[in-house]
Structure formats: structure tokens, C-alpha cells
């Protein structure tokens, strides 16, 4: 499933996994890879066998999708519904056109929430799933996902509180200056939180394309993200300058 997606992935180091430091979960860790596709997961439950089955199914569905449309897997710009498609890949089409990216951009997202939600459906009552820093988030507690911006000093130093009525929900970043994959822009961090991970992933995407360099860059994003339907929360770190949007609460570590 490789292929340009339009976004820096991941938020965090490729080389320290530092995203993937957990405190006080009290959930099982399992990691879970397949090919590009390597996950972290938290359940309540060892869940390893039954995600590692899950990854095979969501990766065959687009793979599959990507053969027979090949243009599916390189566009930077938003693919038509196509009645026809597997349900991970309409959920990719959707949130491309609601972001106005192209539909892998919404690829780590989908995965994580697919994973997630077969995961609950086979009887975990937790589980958080991590995919390139991307984040599918179902727990019972509040908790909280603290924010990895590379050398800004603002890296490390805040977190986002996610209360336990506003999940399950996606937690997805983009970043122009970590990572190796495309971006357009050149924000440390633009985290978004949605309802759908496939959403916020796309949404992360089209946002962080769009910050360059000073503060009004970072308004204007902030305005854009008031212009696509279903986002919760928008937090925006590049240098020195922080922005905020929507409903989001932010916590100082």
C-alpha cells in the first residue's frame, strides 16, 4: 500500500518509536505488523492473533481496490464515491472528499480504526490502536495524548484530554518537519480529533499542508478546519506559535 500521501507520516521519530511510550494504561500491549503496516495496540485483553487477522482482511480490501484502480493509490486530490467499493475503501473516498485530499491520505487512520472497532466487536472493552502515530481511542476513562512536535519547544509539553463520551474517536497528526513522506506544509505538528479516524487522519493531512511560515498561516488553517464537516478538535504547533480550534482540551504536562 505504499504510495505519496501528500503528509509527513509519522508525527514522531521513525527511529525512537517515542510516540509509543505509554504511562499507566493498565492495558495489555500488543505490537502487530504486516508488511508497511506496523501497529501498536493497548487492549484489555491480549489481542495480537485477532488483530494480526483483522490487519490481513483491511489490507486486502484495499490492495485489492488499488489493483483494479491504480490511480486510487497515487492522487493528491479527492476520488468520486464509488457505490461499488469495499466499506474501508468508501470510508477513504469520504474522507478524502470531505478534506479535499486524496484518499490514502486517510490510509494509517482507516487502518487503526478498522483494527479497533473489530477489536471491540470481538469482545475487548478497551483498546487504543496506534498506526504511524495515528490513533483510533476507545476507552471507558478519560485519558489523555500528549503531543510530539520534533525541536519545538512546545514538544512534549502539552497533551490532549479526551473525556470518555467523546470516544471512540481518532487522534491523527501530520508534520512537514518529521518523517519522510510528503507534506506540502511546514508545521511541527497539526493534531486533529474526530469522530473517525479515517477523518482526522485526511483532515491532518489537508491541514498541515496549508501552514507555512508565521502565525497567520496557522489562523488560516485553523479557519479552514472550521470548514470541513465533522471535526471535533484542531491544535497547531510549528516553531514557537500554538493554535487551537473546535472543541479541544488542552493539558499541560
Partial sequence: MAGSHSRKKTPLSYQDREYRRVENSGLVSSVVKMAETDLHILAS?????QALKLVSDVRGYIELYIEQHPRF????????????????VKKMLTAGMQAGVGPMAAVAGVVAEWVGRGLLAQGADEVIVENGGDLFVARKQECTVAVYAGESPLSGELAIGLKPDRMPCGVCCSSGTIGHSLSLGVADAVVVVAPFTALADAAATRLGNEVGKGKQSI??????????????????????????????ELVRL
Fill in 45 to 49: 485483553q491480549p489481542v495480537g492473533d
Fill in 73 to 88: 493509490v497515487d492522487t493528491l486530490v479527492p476520488m468520486p464515491m464509488n457505490k461499488q467499493a469495499p466499506e474501508v
Fill in 219 to 248: 489562523n488560516r488553517a485553523l479557519e479552514l478546519a472550521g470548514e470541513i464537516a465533522g471535526l471535533s478538535g484542531v491544535v497547531i504547533i510549528s516553531g514557537d506559535q500554538l493554535g487551537a480550534w473546535g472543541d479541544i
